[in-house]
């Protein structure tokens, strides 16, 4: 096939081969012979660019057209409950007034006075115990801390009267309420009388044994009130900072 001095680069598509007849084509031939789509280098360079572009800029709308989280709510949105606060409950279902781990700072023991009949036998523990203290601002109310004890009797001092004994175990504390205020520059003093079986763990005021020079086993009743065992064997204000003088008689 031979094109005449107006040649250029062309892409066409035909079912022959070469003209056997030696005829020269034009451009004007080639372009319009048998009604095949022809077209120039360039312009299919053009044509494939904008297809592809055009497939790409599609993908790229349809994408960012989509919602940023399909799997659930978005990151943003805080659909959480909010956590309610649980209101400490004493042993006789009375709201606990006082919602903190440590024992309120106004509170300054002075000296405790002791007393405990332990029974080797039943392992049966009774006693008496006088909290002395002082406050530093007005208050009709302190707190202390105890363990497995059962108070039997409560008074107080000062021409007070006791008003409420509430008990809150999983902090461990015990919550007394007097009828007045109690003012500072005062000594006060609660008489509890208490009851509870000694322990067999290790703590606070509990059962142990040993072996005499005969052979024969001997019971005795052994103290340990560190960290915060004293709470096991009377009521006080277990706590570093409130430490105090104690008197004990057994």
């Not at 057209?65 to 990151?75: E, K, S, T």
């Not at 007394?176 to 005021?205: A, C, I, N």
């Amino acid at each position: 096939m031979y094109l005449n001095d107006d040649r250029d680069d062309v892409a066409f598509l035909t079912g022959s081969g070469s003209s056997e007849s030696g005829r020269v084509y034009s451009k004007r031939d080639l372009y319009e012979r048998g009604h095949v789509a022809v077209c120039s280098h360039r312009q299919a360079t053009c044509i494939t660019v904008f297809v592809f572009s055009s497939i790409f800029l599609t993908s790229l709308a349809i994408a960012f057209a989509r919602p940023w989280n399909d799997c659930g709510v978005p990151d943003f949105i805080d659909e959480s409950i909010p956590d309610v606060p649980k209101i400490p409950k004493a042993t006789n279902g009375e709201d606990f007034p006082w919602d903190d781990v440590r024992l309120p700072i106004f509170i300054r023991p002075v000296s405790y006075d002791l007393e405990l009949v332990p029974d080797l036998t039943t392992l049966a523990v009774k006693g008496i115990i006088k909290l002395i203290f002082r406050v530093t601002e007005e208050t009709d109310f302190i707190l202390f801390h105890m363990v497995g004890i059962n108070i039997t009797s409560k008074t107080i001092n000062e021409k007070l009267r006791v008003k409420r004994l509430l008990y809150y175990p999983e902090r461990e504390q015990v919550y007394l309420e007097t009828d007045k205020p109690m003012k500072p520059g005062k000594t006060f003093s609660v008489r509890l009388k208490f009851e509870y079986s000694l322990s067999q763990s290790l703590e606070g005021f509990y059962l142990s044994s040993y072996t005499d020079s005969k052979g024969k086993e001997r019971r005795l009743a052994t103290t340990h009130f560190e960290p915060t065992y004293a709470r096991r064997a009377f009521p006080c204000f277990d706590e570093p900072q409130l430490k105090a003088e104690f008197t004990v008689t057994i």
